[in-house]
């Protein structure tokens, strides 16, 4: 076999593993990503600003400018046909003095830009391995990390496991998840209009969860449709004439005529949360640490800070100790991530729970809480700045993940 060893190691090739090898790589760090390629992805990741700025500064987001929809505003629309409703309610970027919260791009194109970006580093001479198989198996020595993957065995001082919900390296760090179910599941698809959306991505509050349509280019927008689940599945059994007329329904035709141009997809709602998100030389990204439901474009966005969070700890690390998989890294950057992952998790939980509930006075403070967001200025602003921080770039105490300068030009 092949031995080789690392200061880092990252599991797992989706975006946010991807970000994670991109980022050590930059930083210097001799870094190895172990992960297959990717599948085909049909779904659509809304990058908040914050997102999109560390991407720019790793040299990732060039690539994926010109494909980007920019979502100039959000609109909320209360439609759950209940007597107490909060009123509309649209936030503008503009008011902030930004382009945009964010932009939605399509994951294969996303993928693809990440993929290139690495490839790129690697022809650059960058400290960056790609090996494209899986971690067969991992297993934590006294200092480091042990991967066997095909031909190879790795070691490394840190192992970033990105390896998705059903994660092997948090299994091998030995970290165990607390959780819960939802009755609830994702509809999601892509589908041509006959109207504009003017950058604005829409979000329905129903009985049943929010029904969001997210601008995906010139009258084209992607779908997240939170339904009961035997509702989502029925839709995805629906013909496509058919399920583009139960769509256009949904959203009161504001977008006129619809086709459905994707695959579409149910994905079953669950929160699953690590008991923490680094232990014996392993630290956890993405999905292997967090999965929350699709509410709030929360989703990659977190994991991106997972990243930055992590770099900024083993940064650190190299100023102290020198020992980027020890104690105090992991300690550091648990601490950084729960203080994110937590209130939020929390935040999207009372969200989706408020719009199931039929309890009056939870519906009261709902509505309560828009309408002052709607009409009261200051208000307004600090909730855009605060409840949608992502979107602004506003987490004031959040690390970049390249502590020298921008990697590529806007």
């Keep these: ?27 210097g760090r001799s870094t190895v990503l172990v992960a297959p390629p990717l599948s085909t992805d049909a779904r659509t990741t809304a990058l908040m600003r914050s997102s999109v700025e560390e991407l720019n500064r790793l040299g990732a987001w060039a690539a994926l400018r010109d494909d980007a929809a920019p979502l100039a505003a959000m609109r909320l629309i209360d439609d759950t046909r209940r007597l107490i409703r909060a009123p509309e309610t649209t936030f503008y970027a503009s008011e902030l003095g930004f382009e945009a919260f964010g932009w939605n791009v399509e994951n294969d194109r996303l993928n693809a830009a990440l993929s290139a970006r690495l490839d790129a580093l690697v022809s650059e001479g960058a400290p960056l ?28 001082t840190l192992c970033v ?5 059903r994660s092997p390296a948090r299994e091998a760090a030995g970290i165990e998840c607390v959780g819960w179910d939802y009755q609830q599941a994702a509809f999601v698809t892509s589908l041509s209009h006959e109207l504009p959306h003017g950058d604005s991505s829409t979000e329905f509050h129903t009985t049943t969860g929010p029904f969001t349509l997210v601008p995906l280019g010139p009258r084209r927008s992607s779908l997240v449709w939170v339904e009961r689940r035997p509702r989502a599945e029925a839709l995805a059994a ?15 035709s504001f ?52 990243v930055a969070d ?34 939020r ?17 939870v519906q009261i403070a709902r509505s309560l809480g828009l309408l002052v967001a709607a ?29 020298g300068a921008d990697a590529g030009g806007w």
Excluded: C, W
Excluded at 161 to 165: E, H, M, N, S, V
Excluded at 277 to 305: D, K, Y
């Design 375 to 403: 009409e009261v200025p200051p208000l307004r602003r600090l909730l855009m700045l605060g409840g949608l921080g992502e979107a602004v770039g506003a987490r004031g105490r959040a690390p970049r993940i390249t502590a």
């Design 238 to 252: 629906l013909d496509e004439d058919a399920l583009a007329l139960e769509i256009e329904r949904q959203a009161r």
């Design 129 to 156: 391995v790609r090996i494209a198989a899986p971690a067969e198996s991992i297993s934590v020595e006294e200092r480091s990390v042990r991967i066997e993957a095909g031909a190879d065995v790795l070691r490394a």
């Design 255 to 306: 977008l006129g005529k619809m086709r459905v141009v994707a695959p579409r997809a149910v994905l079953p709602l669950s929160t699953q949360i690590a008991r923490r998100f680094g232990a014996n030389r392993i630290a956890l990204v993405g999905e292997a640490a967090h999965r929350i439901p699709p509410i709030g474009a929360q989703g990659l966005n977190l994991g991106v800070r997972d």
């Design 310 to 343: 992590l770099v900024a700890a083993t940064r650190r690390a190299s100023l102290e100790s020198g020992d980027v998989g020890g104690p105090a890294v992991l300690t550091a950057y648990d601490r950084a991530r729960r203080a994110d992952v937590g209130p």
């Design 1 to 27: 076999m092949n031995a080789q060893d690392f200061e880092i190691a990252v599991v797992g090739g989706g975006p946010a593993g991807m970000i994670a090898a991109i980022a050590f790589a930059v930083e």
């Design 161 to 165: 496991g990105a390896d998705g919900l």
């Design 345 to 361: 998790t929390v935040g999207v939980d009372l969200l989706n729970r408020s719009l199931l509930t039929g309890f009056l006075p």
